[in-house]
C-alpha cells in the first residue's frame, strides 16, 4: 500500500463530515481515493467540478445546488468537490457547506471532501472542516514511475543505480512534475546519475520562481572563500555528507538550521551562500519584503504559501537573511507580526526534516529568546570582527579573486593596517585598489592598498559602543564562530 493511502486511510478512517485536501495534485488523490473506496467497499469517489457539476445529476454546477443534492439524495462514501475554493467567498456558499456537514454528522460512511490547490477556509468554518496536508510522492510512488518509463521504453533507461540517488532529490515535487522531469530528461538522452541530476535542480528552480517570493541562489560560492570563522566552517563541513543518501538510510539526524548573528560585513549571508556548493543541495532566499508587501495576498498567507513551496523542494536550505527584520520585529524585539512570528516557530518545531534552516542577524539585541532557545536551531553561532591572522586570509582571498600577484604585498603590514576592520571593508579596498591601478594602467600593488586603507574609515571606529554591547550580549547565548573565540572578544 503506498504513503499517500496510508495516509488517507488514516485522515478519513474516523468520522469526518467535512475535509479539505490542501493539494495541487487533484489525479493522483482522485486515484488513491478511488482505491481507498475500494478497499473500503465503498462506491467510487463522486466528484463535483463547477463545469461538469455534481457528477450525473443535472443542474448541479452551482456549489450551493449541489451540496443540497448532497443532502437531498443521502448519498454516501467519498464525495469531492474540485473547484469550490474561489466559491469560498460567498456566504451562501459557506451555509450551504454548514448545512452539509450537520446533515452528516451522524453519518459516518459519508465523506465530503474539498480538494483545492490554494488554501481557503472560510473563517466561519474552521472549526468544522478537518484540514489534511497530502504530502508528495513519497520514494515508493516514485519509483513506480520510474518503473512505468522503463515499461514503456521497454529497456532500462534509467539504470538502477542512479534511481537510487535520483529518487531522493526527486522527493518534494508533484507527481505530474516528477513524470514530466523524466520523460524530458529521457526524451533527450539524459540518462545518467548527473545529468538527471542537472534537470531534478533545473525544475525546482523553476518551481520556486513562479510562487515569487523565493529566490534561487546558485551554488557559486565555495567555503574556501570564507576567510577564518573556522569553528563555523568546521560545523559545516562536517555535515557536508548528511543529504546524502547513505546519511539518509543510516538514519543519521538531519540538523534543523543554524543562526549565525553578529558585526555586519563579517561574511554570515556568504557564509550561507557556500552551504549550497558544499551540501550539494539548491538554496532559496526568503524575500520577506515581498511576503509582507501585500502582492501575495495577506502576510501570513503568502508566508504560509513560502514555508509549503519550499517543503516541496526539499532536499533544500531556506535562507532567511536579517531574520530581526524577516520576522517582523523592532529594535526591543517587539513583534510586530506576532501571527508569523509564531507560526514560524510551530513550522521550524514540526518542519519537514529535509530542510536546513540558514537564518542570519545583524540587530541581535531584536532577537527574543524563544529564537534562540535550545531546540530551535542547532547551533547559534556569533560572528565577531576577524582577528589579524583572519584578516590576513580574507585579504589572500579577495587579493586572489582580483588576480593579484600575493608576492608583492606585505601581510604583516596589512595585519596592523586594518584593526577593527570588517571583511566586507577589506574587500572595498582591494577592489579601490584594483581599480586605481587598473585605471593608470600599472599591475597592482601594495603602495595602492596603503593609499586606500588610510582613507576607510572602518564601522567598528564609528560604531565601538554598538559592537561592544553586540559581544556582550553574544558572549553568553552563542558559539564562537571564529576559533580565536572568546579571546578576540576582549578586543576593542
Ligand atoms: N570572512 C570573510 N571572508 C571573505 N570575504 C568576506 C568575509 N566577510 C565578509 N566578506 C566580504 O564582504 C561581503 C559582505 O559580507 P556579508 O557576508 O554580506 O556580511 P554580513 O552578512 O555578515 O553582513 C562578502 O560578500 C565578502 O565578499
Ligand atoms: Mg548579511
Redesign the pocket.
Given at each position: 500500500m503506498s504513503d499517500l493511502l496510508v495516509q488517507l486511510e488514516s485522515a478519513f478512517g474516523g468520522h469526518s463530515p467535512l475535509s479539505y485536501i490542501h493539494s495541487p495534485e487533484e489525479e493522483r488523490i482522485l486515484r488513491a481515493l478511488t482505491a481507498l473506496s475500494a478497499k473500503l467497499g465503498a462506491a467510487a469517489p463522486l466528484c463535483w467540478s463547477c463545469l461538469g457539476g455534481l457528477g450525473n445529476y443535472a443542474d448541479t454546477q452551482e456549489p450551493v445546488a449541489a451540496l443540497r443534492k448532497v443532502i437531498q439524495e443521502d448519498l454516501r462514501g467519498f464525495i469531492v468537490f474540485l473547484d469550490l475554493a474561489p466559491f469560498m467567498q460567498a456566504p451562501e456558499v459557506v451555509r450551504a457547506l454548514r448545512e452539509a456537514y450537520l446533515d452528516g454528522q451522524d453519518k459516518a460512511d459519508r465523506h465530503i471532501i474539498l480538494l483545492c490547490a490554494e488554501l481557503n477556509l472560510p473563517e466561519a468554518l474552521k472549526k468544522e472542516i478537518e484540514l489534511v496536508e497530502v504530502m508528495p510522492p513519497a520514494e515508493d510512488e516514485i519509483g513506480v514511475l520510474v518503473q512505468k518509463l522503463n515499461q514503456e521504453a521497454k529497456q532500462d533507461l534509467i539504470k538502477e543505480e542512479a534511481v537510487r540517488e535520483i529518487t531522493l532529490a526527486l522527493k518534494g515535487l508533484t507527481e505530474n512534475e516528477v513524470w514530466h522531469i523524466l520523460r524530458r530528461a529521457t526524451a533527450s538522452g539524459k540518462t545518467s546519475q548527473e545529468e538527471l541530476l542537472d534537470e531534478i535542480f533545473a525544475e525546482k528552480k523553476s518551481v520556486v520562481k513562479k510562487s515569487g517570493f523565493l529566490e534561487f541562489s546558485p551554488p557559486r560560492w565555495s567555503i574556501d572563500?570564507?576567510?577564518?570563522?573556522d569553528n563555523l566552517k568546521d560545523w559545516l563541513r562536517r555535515r557536508e555528507k548528511i543529504f546524502s543518501r547513505e546519511a539518509l538510510a543510516a538514519g543519521v539526524p538531519i540538523p534543523k538550521g543554524l543562526l549565525m548573528m553578529?558585526?555586519?560585513?563579517?561574511?554570515?549571508?556568504?557564509?550561507v551562500k557556500t552551504i549550497s556548493s558544499l551540501w550539494n543541495i539548491p538554496l532559496f532566499r526568503l524575500d520577506m519584503n515581498l511576503v509582507f508587501s501585500g502582492m501575495y495576498g495577506s502576510p501570513e498567507e503568502a508566508f504560509h504559501r513560502a514555508l509549503k513551496t519550499i517543503e516541496a523542494v526539499a532536499p533544500a536550505v531556506l535562507w532567511i537573511d536579517e531574520i530581526e527584520n524577516a520576522l517582523g520585529l523592532d529594535e526591543s524585539g517587539r513583534n510586530l507580526a506576532s501571527h508569523i512570528f509564531s507560526s514560524f516557530l510551530t513550522w521550524m518545531q514540526e518542519k519537514p526534516p529535509l530542510i536546513f534552516i540558514a537564518a542570519?542577524a545583524?540587530k541581535i539585541q531584536a532577537l527574543p529568546a524563544e529564537i534562540i532557545r535550545k531546540g530551535r536551531f542547532d547551533e547559534v553561532f556569533f560572528?565577531d570582527l576577524?582577528t589579524a591572522i583572519?584578516r590576513e586570509?580574507?585579504f589572500r582571498?579577495?587579493l586572489q579573486r582580483n588576480r593579484a600577484d600575493l608576492e608583492e604585498f606585505d601581510f604583516k603590514m596589512l595585519q596592523v593596517m586594518t584593526e577593527g576592520w570588517?571583511?566586507?571593508e577589506?574587500?572595498q579596498a582591494v577592489i579601490s585598489a584594483r581599480t586605481d591601478a587598473f585605471y593608470e594602467e600599472r599591475p597592482f600593488t601594495q603602495r595602492d592598498l596603503n593609499r586606500v586603507i588610510g582613507k576607510i574609515v572602518p564601522l567598528s571606529d564609528t560604531m565601538e559602543q554598538q559592537i561592544k554591547s553586540i559581544r556582550s550580549w553574544a558572549f553568553s547565548r552563542a558559539t564562537p564562530a571564529s576559533k580565536f573565540g572568546k579571546a578576540a572578544s576582549k578586543r576593542l
Open positions: 572563500e570564507l576567510g577564518g570563522l553578529g558585526v555586519s560585513g563579517c561574511g554570515k549571508s556568504l557564509a542570519t545583524n560572528c576577524p583572519e586570509e580574507i582571498i579577495h570588517n571583511g566586507a577589506i574587500e
